[in-house]
């Protein structure tokens, strides 16, 4: 069975500063991974997503994310946190022809000016 | 091109009663999921229509159904209502024929309040 399973329920960062975001999944074949944003009181936006082509990821936003295979993991990063980052950030997977998410509990955002 | 939309935004109800939740997929998208998301806790897949048809079913009981329009839309129902029914529910669709990633797009949800 998938899991996804995100190391911090919290980070707090400095305006500029770099934003690491871990996840790590677990799935009997090759994933499909992805990142969401939810802001307060809104629906989830896809920041990116792996579908095994390269390895490193870019997004909206100036987000991107690494899969790196040999250690299950999918993080995401951001050279320079901007105020406007601060939301609650979601790591999911899919497996090919199963088409549903499973989702990670969440990591909140803080950005501290 | 209007995205994902769902209806109401807001919904407070008894426990013991019923509520239907309405979705409208993105234009050209065939595929609804429905999720519940729980305060503090990410989004938990509920089931999935295709061509009208349940095609995936999360680990939710049976008071939770649905239905899919021969136009893509879907409703959620939900019978009995508990006060742990209490959450955010977000509609997400995708298309088949897309293929490869299944790309999910998440409409703003619906509040439900159970009291």
């Known amino acids: 069975a998938q899991s996804v399973t995100q190391l911090g329920s919290h980070v707090s960062v400095s305006e500029g500063a770099l934003v690491l975001l871990r996840c790590n999944y677990s799935?009997?074949?090759?994933?499909?991974l992805f990142w969401y944003v939810q802001y307060p009181n809104q629906g989830l936006q896809l920041l990116l997503k792996?579908?095994?082509?390269?390895?490193l990821v870019k997004g909206i936003n100036g987000f991107e994310a690494e899969f790196k295979k040999s250690e299950t993991s999918f993080h995401l990063t951001k050279p320079s946190a901007h105020m406007s980052d601060a939301a609650e950030y979601f790591c999911?997977?899919?497996?090919?022809?199963?088409?549903?998410?499973?989702f990670g509990q969440g990591t909140r955002l803080t950005i501290n000016p | 091109d209007a995205g994902v939309t769902q209806s109401p935004t807001h919904l407070i109800k008894t426990r013991g009663q019923q509520v239907t939740l309405r979705c409208s997929p993105k234009?050209?998208?065939?595929?609804v999921s429905w999720y519940q998301q729980a305060l503090g806790q990410g989004p938990q897949f509920i089931f999935q229509?295709?061509?009208?048809?349940?095609?995936q079913r999360g680990n939710f009981p049976d008071r939770f159904s649905g239905h899919q329009f021969p136009n893509y839309s879907s409703e959620l129902n939900v019978n009995a209502l508990l006060l742990g029914d209490s959450a955010l529910y977000l509609c997400?669709?995708?298309?088949?024929?897309?293929?490869?990633?299944?790309?999910?797009?998440f409409g703003p949800g619906t509040r439900l309040t159970v009291t």
């Open positions: 997400a669709s995708s298309s088949i024929l897309a293929g490869g990633s299944y790309e999910q797009y």
């Open positions: 799935s009997s074949v090759p994933p499909y």
């Open positions: 792996y579908t095994s082509a390269a390895t």
């Open positions: 999911a997977v899919s497996e090919e022809g199963a088409q549903k998410l499973v």
């Open positions: 234009s050209g998208h065939d595929t």
């Open positions: 229509y295709y061509e009208e048809e349940e095609r």
